[in-house]
């Protein structure tokens, strides 16, 4: 039955409580002014309703809005339609988003958008054996959810390996929907390895440019974590293909300080469990203390940050975020997570904006306040380091998405089926991660934080 859709937008929230805290120095609901960080295109007074740049996506021709709804948390055909009356055009989604509830608002959402003028695209994992009928199989059920004869692209999703970018059965149905006008272009997305093996997300990105048959990707790329984005966004614009970007802002996992007299309930139980496996009370202490002591430096280090800009909430942060990466002409369209109508007419103002110098002076020092509690999205450069094997990168993205994107229940699982609900090999480690650490991140600390977030009580 075809959701029904509300004419006249109904009542619009924005949930607040899933943002990341940085560093105890952000919080939600701070009530500081965006303007002076924004300088509005053409001298505007007052930021735009709609959006007012498009880019051309690479070799496709299709002009995108530089900003685009992405599905992970879209349930509700309102808000789609919403999203393209203020001129969003580019539609990302996936056949797992939401169990398969954000294809099914676009498909809802079709009768008042003009086919022909938006850019859908969808994912599909792949095993790597999977056949060719297999694949245009769960394609015609993605086009059955969004109810359209066609998606404009079909991403291979998730790829954490250079083998998989020559996936036999995915090119081979690629070939025959294209044939059949059912999809249009080739596309894959990556976050880097998913486990301890794996390549990063610049080898397999990279790789997929000099390949010659992706027509576009998504990856990852924001003010902290920028190299690897830069260096793809390059290789992207040499051989025309489109550029999507996601995890725009990047996320501060909050660790709880370090105090042997006074220990939180988690510090408490990962005490027992260390004493458990042999270590006195005192040695399981020290221990502690030293996987802390770096994460305690850097809280002292976010205190002139604190001082000159007072307290900062995370909307600014994001916003600002978000708006840096709109400033590279590179990146044709970045993906934001639109779960209501609240946070698309906070976003689509920043479509054609530049930041003003105040807004790079806040991002500039935010870096250098914050540079060692950003685990880098896609990152792995820790992994050879560790004797156990722990796929850091991965779990920080799941703490990512339980935190800052809403899917706690899906970060749960995810991180369940990742390590069986523990990352107890880096209780006593003596962390060789964090030397192998370019950033200088306390990962052992970040990692237990995440334990404490997404392990099943």
């Not at 938006?118 to 994912?123: S, Y």
């Not at 725009?248 to 510090?267: A, M, W, Y």
């Amino acid at each position: 039955m075809q959701q029904k859709l509300h004419q006249n937008y109904p009542d619009r929230r924005m949930s607040r409580r899933n943002f990341f805290q940085f560093g105890g120095a952000i919080i939600a609901g701070s009530s500081l002014s965006m303007r002076p960080m924004i300088d509005w295109i053409d001298g505007q007074d007052e930021p735009p309703k709609k959006i007012v740049q498009y880019r051309t996506l690479g070799r496709t021709g299709f002009k995108v809005s530089d900003i685009a709804m992405g599905g992970t948390r879209s349930t509700d055909a309102n808000v789609v339609r919403y999203a393209y009356e203020r001129g969003i055009n580019y539609f990302d989604t996936g056949e797992t988003y939401t169990r398969g509830a954000s294809e099914r608002a676009i498909g809802d959402a079709q009768p008042f958008m003009d086919r022909k003028k938006i850019f859908i695209t969808t994912k599909l994992h792949l095993n790597p054996n999977e056949t060719v009928e297999a694949i245009i199989g769960r394609l015609h059920q993605c086009l059955e959810r969004l109810k359209t004869d066609y998606v404009d692209a079909l991403f291979m999703h998730g790829v954490n390996q250079v083998s998989e970018l020559d996936h036999a059965g995915y090119h081979a149905a690629i070939q025959q929907l294209k044939a059949e006008g059912r999809v249009r272009f080739a596309g894959l997305s990556c976050h880097g390895p998913r486990r301890d093996e794996g390549d990063s997300m610049e080898q397999v990105c990279l790789a997929a440019a000099e390949d010659g048959r992706f027509d576009i990707m998504l990856f990852i790329y924001n003010f902290m974590n920028r190299e690897p984005g830069e260096k793809i966004l390059a290789a992207c614009d040499k051989k025309k293909i489109g550029t999507t970007g996601m995890k725009t802002s990047p996320g501060i996992l909050k660790v709880d300080p370090f105090d042997p007299e006074n220990l939180t309930e988690q510090q408490e139980e990962n005490l027992n469990r260390m004493m458990a496996r042999g270590m006195t009370r005192e040695q399981a202490i020290q221990r502690m203390q030293e996987q802390f002591k770096s994460q305690q430096e850097s809280y002292e280090k976010t205190r002139p940050f604190i001082e000159k800009y007072g307290i900062t909430s995370q909307e600014q942060l994001r916003l600002l975020s978000i708006q840096w990466v709109l400033q590279n002409p590179r990146m044709h369209t970045v993906c934001v997570s639109f779960a209501d109508m609240e946070l698309i007419d906070k976003v689509v103002p920043l479509s054609g904006t530049k930041l003003s110098e105040a807004g790079q002076r806040f991002l500039e020092d935010f870096e250098l306040a914050y540079n060692i509690q950003y685990c880098r999205h896609g990152c792995h450069l820790c992994v050879d380091a560790c004797p156990h094997h722990v796929p850091v990168s991965t779990i920080m993205r799941y703490a990512y998405y339980y935190a800052c994107q809403g899917r706690e229940k899906e970060a749960m699982v995810k991180y369940a089926r990742l390590m069986g609900g523990e990352v107890s090999p880096c209780l006593g480690c003596e962390a060789p991660c964090v030397q192998a650490c370019p950033y200088g991140v306390a990962v052992s600390a970040n990692l237990m934080q995440a334990h404490a977030l997404l392990r099943f009580a």
